[in-house]
């Protein structure tokens, strides 16, 4: 069973649980539910410049922890003091050790998009990640049947969140309706083997329809990385392992928006 098998093992039974408890009633109750979503499209797809979603996250399952000093509530008031364009909190918490109250948490010191990126493959996450502030949500191509796609596409829709769906390999697009999934990620890091190639954008960029807002995921860090996106018409990179190996993370974000 690879990383991604495991992942989605844990991520059913974490549904389980939420259902069990009633979850979504809750979810719906909440106050922040029913707060209208920041504009996470328009924060990513900023007339000629490469706009930055930058990532909170402290581990993942290739790497370990990633930032021991770790602190999230820090780390997005630095992001946004740095004026990046949106913010992706990772929320799964056994692999990359996130939590979904790190979501809650930064949602109530900012106005910046919040991007929940997870492993989503029940309605309940939708509705939670709605309920604890997120703008958008991330669905993965590789993780879900073309049906399911489209499913959670509509119900994120409808409580006014964004979706970034997420390809790693040309064998998913036939899953995508491009009339409807407008926010496509290209993930530069295989989710089975989590070997890293910005090659992954640069192929499957070219297959996409132009008037898709595109962001480049994983793996970017020098400004050589940021002029060859920029030169591929990449609206946005999303940029999250290199700010947490800072020893500055002001400084590392300042100097990545410059070159954007």
């Not at 790693?168 to 009339?179: A, P, T």
């Not at 995921?217 to 946005?236: Q, V, Y």
């Amino acid at each position: 069973m690879n990383i991604l098998e495991q992942i989605i093992e844990v991520k059913k039974a974490e549904v389980l649980e939420l259902q069990r408890d009633e979850a979504k009633k809750r979810f719906v109750d909440s106050e922040i539910y029913a707060k209208k979503c920041n504009d996470f499209r328009s924060a990513i797809s900023l007339p000629n410049k490469l706009s930055l979603i930058a990532e909170v996250k402290k581990g993942s399952p290739s790497k370990g922890i990633i930032r021991n000093d770790f602190n999230h509530i820090e780390i997005a008031d630095i992001y946004n003091h740095c004026n990046i364009n949106a913010i992706s909190v990772l929320t799964d918490k056994k692999f990359f050790f996130g939590d979904i109250s790190y979501l809650e948490e930064i949602s109530k010191t900012t106005n910046v998009p919040l991007l929940r990126k997870d492993f989503i493959i029940d309605e309940i996450q939708i509705h939670q990640a709605k309920a604890f502030g997120a703008d958008a949500v991330l669905l993965i191509c590789e993780i879900l049947k073309k049906e399911k796609i489209s499913e959670f596409t509509e119900i994120a829709y409808s409580l006014g969140l964004s979706v970034l769906l997420e390809l790693h390999s040309e064998d998913q697009l036939s899953k995508i309706n491009f009339d409807r999934n407008k926010i496509i990620g290209i993930n530069n890091r295989n989710l089975k083997s989590f070997h890293t190639s910005l090659d992954t954008t640069e192929n499957i960029k070219g297959l996409l329809p132009h008037n898709i807002i595109t962001v480049s995921e994983s793996g970017i860090s020098t400004k050589e990385d940021i002029i060859r996106m920029k030169n591929l018409g990449i609206n946005a990179v999303l940029v999250g392992e290199f700010f947490m190996r800072s020893e500055n993370i002001k400084e590392s974000v300042n100097s990545f928006m410059e070159n954007c």
